[in-house]
Structures are given as C-alpha cells and as structure tokens.
C-alpha cells in the first residue's frame, strides 16, 4: 500500500524556469515531510523538510508547500539549474514512533531534467 | 566529518545463496536504518538499529537480518536470495535525535542471478 505517491515519473523544465514537483499521501496521522534529491550512483541527499503545523517552509531556492486539507504537498524550484536535474522523493515518517525519523516511507520518485 | 560508507559497490550473487552488505555511520550518529531500492521506485525501508537492538521493521520476510555494533557499523544480511531480491540497498544514519534527518550512502547495487 502506497502511502505516499508521486504521480509524475518525469518533469522536463527550462533553466530559470520554476519546477514544481507534487506528491500526494493517503495517511492523514503524518505529521511530517521531508524531501530528498538523489543522482546517479549517489545516495539521497536531505533537501528541506516540512511540519504539518505549518503550511510553508522556504530554503533558498526550494519552497516546500503543504495542503492539508488535499493531503498534497509540493517542491517548488526557483529558479530552476541544470544542476538541479536529479530524481526527487517525498517522504513521510512511518506513523510507530522510534527514535527519530529514520523510518521513512517514500514516494516512487520524480525525474528533473533542467535544460540550459 | 565522515560520511555514511557502505561495501561493496557492486555484487553479483546466485539464488539461493547468502549475503552480508556492511554500513558505516555518520561520525556521532548512533542510528542506523536499511533500505531496499528497486529499479523505478523509491526506497523501502527494511529495519532501523538503534542501540544495538532491531528498532523497527519494515515489511520484509525474516530471511532479511541485520546487525549494529558497538561502534554503530551496521550489517545487512539476505539468506536464500532470490531473483527480486536485486536491488540497490541503502544504509541511512541519524543521531536518533529530534527530526534529524537521515544521511544516506551511496548503496550496494545487488545482482541475482
């Protein structure tokens, strides 16, 4: 069972151009969001996090916004870089408690492509 | 500040046999989680180490079983491999403290043959 879906495998936007990445998830009791960037033969790496009693957080050029009410958070990019071009993936904490939030359950992932 | 490291790369394997993928945390963190990754999808999470104990477990069979030791290394182990145990595994670490976030390795890309 998916808890946490990204429904577009690939995104294809110009460099300056603004990405937006979306992700939906079905358990209403997360109260926490994360998204990660992953490249090729690399792990994922942290990029900014969102809580569910806010409904922004804003890093650099990464703006993560989350909609309770739809159960629908987005990652915006602006301005887009070709560096940007990565897979991104939302995820949640699993709802059983532990330590931290090292269990994490993720959507299938989105490919960025950011052309010059 | 050493990142998380994880051995070897890459591995080919038969099915049926066993394997054993190694993880080195994050200087300072004392947490560890596994994590299965196949081809088009995100990750899967397997089971978290904390303490030396399994801290959580994802929905995998009992032939996945891992250990953490007292230097919060980590190991995976897959006994009687099987075709769709081919994957890239990752290992994530965190100091077990607040929203910290998980800092992850490059992954073991397995092969089953």
């Known amino acids: 069972d998916q808890q946490v879906k990204q429904n577009s495998p690939s995104l294809s936007v110009q460099e300056g151009r603004i990405s937006i990445l979306n992700c939906d998830y079905t358990?209403?009791?997360?109260?926490?969001f994360l998204w990660y960037k992953k490249y090729p033969a690399e792990g994922p790496t942290f990029l900014i996090s969102i809580s569910s009693i806010k409904d922004k957080n804003e890093d650099g050029r990464f703006t993560v916004f989350l909609n309770k009410s739809a159960k629908h958070l987005s990652l915006h990019i602006v301005p887009s870089q070709p560096g940007d071009s990565a897979v991104y993936f939302c995820?949640?904490?699993?709802?059983?408690?532990?330590?931290?939030?090292?269990?994490?359950?993720f959507g299938q992932g989105t490919i960025l492509t950011v052309h010059p | 500040e050493t990142g998380v490291t994880q051995s070897p790369t890459h591995l080919i394997k038969t099915r049926g046999q066993q394997v054993t993928l190694r993880c080195s945390s994050q200087?300072?963190?004392?947490?560890v989680s596994w994590y299965q990754q196949a081809l088009g999808q995100g990750p899967q999470f397997i089971f978290q180490y904390y303490r030396e104990e399994e801290n959580g477990r994802g929905n995998f069979p009992p032939r996945f079983s891992g250990l953490q030791f007292p230097n919060y290394s980590s190991e995976l182990n897959v006994n009687a491999l099987e075709l769709d145990d081919s994957a890239l595994y990752l290992c994530?670490?965190?100091?077990?403290?607040?929203?910290?976030?998980?800092?992850f390795g490059n992954g073991t890309r397995l092969t089953v043959t």
């Open positions: 358990n209403s009791m997360f109260d926490y």
């Open positions: 994530a670490s965190s100091n077990g403290q607040g929203d910290s976030p998980l800092h």
């Open positions: 200087s300072g963190h004392n947490t």
């Open positions: 995820a949640a904490p699993l709802p059983d408690g532990g330590t931290s939030y090292g269990k994490l359950t």
